[in-house]
Each structure stands twice: as structure tokens, then as C-alpha cells.
């Protein structure tokens, strides 16, 4: 059975720092591209950054480009996103999503597979 199994999510002040992790088991994910996407309440998921296959290229959004770092660590099969200088609106569930293309994908339709999530909560 294929899990994504999302950790570190939690409350944490403005301008704090958060670091999730991503455990795969039960497929390889290490050939194909991971991704992390968030989704608040009332609004659509959306893309946040992935990886690629070998960790050599990353995409990240607008929003959260040179505050957050994707990284993987693919012997562990593990896939993380450091989070720097959160702010309030950074406040979601962040789930995790591989089993698709190779290359970084910032969508939805790139992955087959999913997590439950994991709460972020920035306060002001």
C-alpha cells in the first residue's frame, strides 16, 4: 500500500520557522519528481514547490520563493520543506504528492499520490 505520511506541521509565530517532512513507503518514490501544495480553508489547493528525481532541480511559487527550501533525501525516501519567515497567510494544510514526471511539476495533475496533510498555523 503507497503512504505519504506528512510530520512537522504545527503553531508557530510570524516570522518563525517550520521544517515538514514527507515519508514514502510501500512504492520507490526516489525516480520521480515529489511536491508539496497547501490548501486553507475555503480556497483551492495550490502549489508551494517540488523536486525533481534527483533533488538537482527545484520549482517553488512566487509566494514562498527565497523563504522556503525543498529538499529530499532520497535514501530515506523522505522529502522535506523548510520553512523560513512564515507569515500568516502562509496558514494551511500541506500535503505532500509524488508518482508522476520526473521533473518538478507545479500542479495537481502531475502526481498520483498523495497525504492526508499536515497544519501549518502562523499567528500574528
Known amino acids: 500500500q503507497v503512504q505519504l505520511v506528512e510530520s512537522g506541521g504545527e503553531l508557530v509565530q510570524a516570522g518563525g520557522s517550520l521544517r515538514l517532512s514527507c515519508a514514502a513507503s510501500g512504492h520507490t518514490f526516489t525516480t520521480y519528481a515529489m511536491g508539496w501544495f497547501r490548501q486553507a480553508p475555503g480556497k483551492e489547493r495550490e502549489f508551494v514547490a517540488a523536486i525533481s528525481w534527483t533533488g538537482g532541480s527545484t520549482y517553488y511559487a512566487d509566494s514562498v520563493k527565497g523563504r522556503f527550501t525543498i529538499s529530499r533525501d532520497n535514501a530515506k525516501n523522505t522529502v522535506y520543506l523548510q520553512m523560513n519567515s512564515l507569515k500568516p497567510e502562509d496558514t494551511a494544510v500541506y500535503l505532500c504528492?509524488?508518482?508522476?514526471?520526473?521533473?518538478?511539476?507545479?500542479?495537481?495533475?502531475?502526481?498520483?499520490?498523495w497525504g492526508q496533510g499536515t497544519q501549518v498555523t502562523v499567528s500574528s
Open positions: 504528492a509524488g508518482g508522476g514526471a520526473r521533473l518538478p511539476v507545479p500542479s495537481t495533475g502531475g502526481y498520483h499520490y
